[in-house]
């Protein structure tokens, strides 16, 4: 059974970071493509951060491009996501996604509210 585990969500003030984590299981890692996508009340679901399997390319959101960092370990079967100088309009709900072939899969994810 494939499965995605979210963690590190939590409540930070503006200008703070976190770390988030998602372990994957039940599938091919270190050949998906893996992304984190973000959606807040009332918005759609929007691509935050990708990373290739091997982890040598990436591609971001131009409105976090420069305060975020995807990065992956093949070997724990994990892919972070490195949030830095966040801001309010981060706050959401944060999703772990895997492409592999046909297949779309997607975790529960993990709450990031940003707010002094």
């Known amino acids: 059974q494939v499965q995605l585990v979210e963690s590190g969500g939590g409540l930070v003030q503006p200008g703070g970071s976190l770390r988030l984590s998602c372990v994957a299981s039940?599938?091919?890692?270190?050949?998906?493509?893996m992304s984190w996508y973000r959606q807040a009340p009332g918005k759609e679901r929007e691509l935050v951060a990708a990373?290739?399997?091997?982890?040598?390319?990436?591609n971001y959101a131009n409105s976090v491009k420069g305060r975020f960092t995807i990065s992956r370990d093949n070997a724990k079967n994990t892919v972070y996501l490195q949030m830095n100088i966040l801001k309010p309009e981060d706050t959401a709900v944060y999703y772990c996604?895997?492409?592999?072939?046909?297949?779309?899969?997607w975790g529960k994810g993990t709450l990031v509210t940003v707010s002094s």
């Open positions: 990373i290739t399997g091997t982890g040598g390319s990436t």
């Open positions: 996604n895997a492409v592999k072939s046909l297949v779309a899969y």
């Open positions: 039940g599938f091919t890692f270190s050949s998906s493509l």
